[in-house]
């Protein structure tokens, strides 16, 4: 069976479209794999970063605890100086007044103290991984962290 010259021309013509489709399926198929790599790039990156967040979330949440400490210390104190100086004096009102004023501080401090202690957090940082979870002192962990998974 003998072609004519019309179907050689079509099947040439088809030729080369199939070619530049070819061509452009390999065009597309290397930008993909640039973006895959840009993409596996910035992953990378990411990750890098979030180490390093980490540390600094360590390092701020023991930074936190002392001055945890350092206030519940300081309001102790504070509320025993007003105590003392108000023991021996009656609660007549504008004493009480004072009294008031002079222990709020105490009482805020405490307040403030309480709050963080009873704070539930969401476990966004750890992501219900209670290794990481456990990393970070003075939370209340996640669920799995307190169950013991």
Do not use: F
């Not at 489709?21 to 990378?44: C, F, G, K, T, Y």
């Not at 104190?77 to 105590?83: F, I, N, S, T, Y």
């Amino acid at each position: 069976m003998t072609l004519g010259n019309d179907e050689i021309e079509r099947l040439k013509a088809d030729c080369a479209r199939h070619e530049r489709n070819s061509d452009l399926q390999m065009e597309r198929a290397i930008r993909a794999e640039a973006e895959i790599e840009r993409l596996r790039e910035e992953v990378e990156k990411l990750r890098e970063r979030c180490e390093a967040y980490k540390g600094q979330v360590w390092a701020g949440s023991q930074e936190i605890e002392r001055l945890r400490a350092v206030l519940k210390e300081c309001a102790d104190d504070l509320g025993a100086l007003v105590e003392a100086s108000y023991s021996s004096i009656g609660r007549h009102p504008a004493m009480q007044r004072r009294y008031d004023r002079d222990i709020a501080p105490v009482l805020r401090a405490q307040e403030i103290l309480n709050e963080q202690v009873t704070r539930e957090y969401d476990c966004e940082t750890c992501r219900d991984d209670p290794e990481e979870c456990a990393k970070v002192p003075g939370l209340r962990y996640c669920e799995k962290t307190q169950r013991g998974e």
